[in-house]
């Protein structure tokens, strides 16, 4: 083995691709990572970990605003929006400076520059490392994982520009703070800046073009988030089309159709453009390999391995869900298979969780109650909400539900969904029940902790056989 000839090359250095050099290190196999930008991907530097900084800034402001009810007294409140900015960052550099000391600890060699298949020779691939458009190196390996990410999408007649139209790149480090904000589509990424900005008093209009924000959500809990959203002064149009939009330096004018038919014209100081992804196939030179693109993803089977012999492909690249914890356990699963380490089993989507980190918290795993019924299921539906649990009501939270269905014949847990304080940490619990198949009588029988939120959980099972103990 040549100096730059590696048993598994990693293009991408995100939340699947990192895992997948470090899995790969574990078993002893020699591994390379090439990464452009930065260690992390998208989910560290400008995703998933930012985005919480933020919120968790809206969080404490929202907190001192109600502080009142707790018996405390605040007064002379002052945002500093910069500092809140550069927390965020300085919590994103910390995390991928981590990333730097796992790769060296893992004795992974990591190349700084874009990747591009050039050949394949016997069982190894050849990829030439691009930087400033000249090659730095060239290398190969008979395995290859593809973790490239994708980037925010545009539409055809809305076009993010950074400036007044936002990705959600701009959205995170934005100079000032917008007086008011065009939130365009519903999903998690949506939702979440909507409710940051909310939080520190931008009047923000959400315009989603399905009949219900958060489409993929069960509809009882889509239902419950709207009015939440609302109640904290968030305008929601849903069946909504964006007609025009018009941008200048200080404003985005914007005709939406509404659900009724009627046009309205409408004028904000920023806009964010939230409708989704398109993944990284182009420039790395797919079309040397046998490598099949549908729809701006590569497919790949159960093993996540692509058309092309030896080469692998997971995370955002692929087809969704688009969720950075899928990204990693697809890294796992990859690297184990191809390695031909016993035991590897496919990844099951149906038991990945989900989460949206607003105000409140939204959270699921498995089948909405109405995928179940189109599923041929007869179900049992549990609900417990949270007026009914005491530490809920301690935490000044009371509004939000957890819900439960349930195979009638079997006792299977198909699907968990849940709104409300610190969901997004307790949605594992179901998540695990799902991998491990369990039956409702095995949750019945689980002692849960007092005074919890979890105890919701325990409640809702009770409540989908007619057995709960609170409401």
Request: hydrophobic share 40%; glycine share 10%; net charge neutral.
């Amino acid at each position: 083995m040549t100096e730059n000839s590696f048993d598994l090359i990693v293009l991408g250095a995100g939340p699947g691709g990192y895992v997948a050099a470090i899995r790969a290190a574990q078993l002893g196999k020699k591994a390379a990572i090439v990464e452009a930008n930065h260690l992390g991907g998208i989910c560290l530097n400008w995703g998933c970990i930012p985005t919480k900084a933020l919120l968790r800034s809206s969080e404490v402001y929202h907190l001192i605003q109600h502080s009142d009810l707790f018996g405390i007294e605040v007064k002379d409140i002052h945002i500093h929006f910069h500092k809140i900015i550069e927390r965020s960052r300085q919590v994103a550099a910390q995390l991928a400076k981590g990333i730097g000391y796992l790769m060296k600890k893992n004795k992974i060699t990591v190349f700084d520059g874009f990747a591009q298949f050039k050949e394949r020779l016997g069982t190894h691939h050849f990829l030439s490392i691009q930087k400033e458009n000249k090659e730095i190196a060239q290398i190969s390996a008979p395995k290859i994982i593809i973790a490239t990410g994708a980037r925010a999408r545009d539409l055809p007649h809305i076009k993010a520009d950074g400036k007044t139209l936002w990705t959600y790149r701009e959205a995170m480090t934005p100079e000032v703070l917008p007086s008011s904000l065009l939130v365009i589509g519903s999903g998690a990424i949506g939702i979440e800046f909507a409710s940051f900005y909310a939080a520190f008093g931008t009047k923000v209009t959400i315009v989603e073009i399905a009949n219900r924000i958060l489409p993929t959500e069960d509809l009882e809990i889509s239902t419950l988030a709207r009015q939440a959203l609302e109640k904290r002064g968030i305008t929601i149009m849903t069946s909504a089309h964006i007609q025009k939009v018009e941008t200048s330096s200080q404003t985005i004018k914007v005709s939406i159709r509404d659900e009724k038919g009627h046009r309205q014209d409408l004028e904000f100081n920023k806009g964010i453009l939230a409708v989704g992804i398109v993944g990284n196939t182009e420039n790395i030179g797919l079309e040397k390999t046998r490598i099949q693109v549908e729809q701006n993803a590569i497919v790949t089977n159960e093993w996540c391995e692509t058309a092309e012999k030896g080469i692998y492909a997971i995370g955002d690249v692929t087809a969704g869900p688009w969720l950075a914890h899928k990204a990693s356990h697809e890294g796992i699963i990859a690297v184990e298979y191809m390695f031909g380490i016993p035991g590897t089993h496919p990844l099951d989507k149906s038991s990945i969780p989900g989460c949206t980190y607003s105000m409140p918290q939204i959270a699921s795993v498995g089948l909405t109650e109405q995928a179940a019924k189109d599923k041929g299921y007869t179900i049992k539906v549990g609900r417990f909400p949270c007026s009914g649990n005491g530490k809920a009501i301690t935490l000044n939270e009371p509004g939000g539900l957890v819900k439960v269905i349930f195979d009638e014949k079997t006792g299977a847990l198909l699907g968990a969904h849940m709104i409300g304080p610190e969901v997004t940490e307790m949605i594992q619990g179901f998540a695990i029940a799902k991998t491990l198949e369990t039956t409702e009588q095995e949750l019945m029988q689980t002692v849960f902790p007092h005074p919890t939120l979890s105890e919701m959980m325990h409640e809702a099972v009770l409540d989908a056989y007619g057995r709960a103990l609170n409401i």
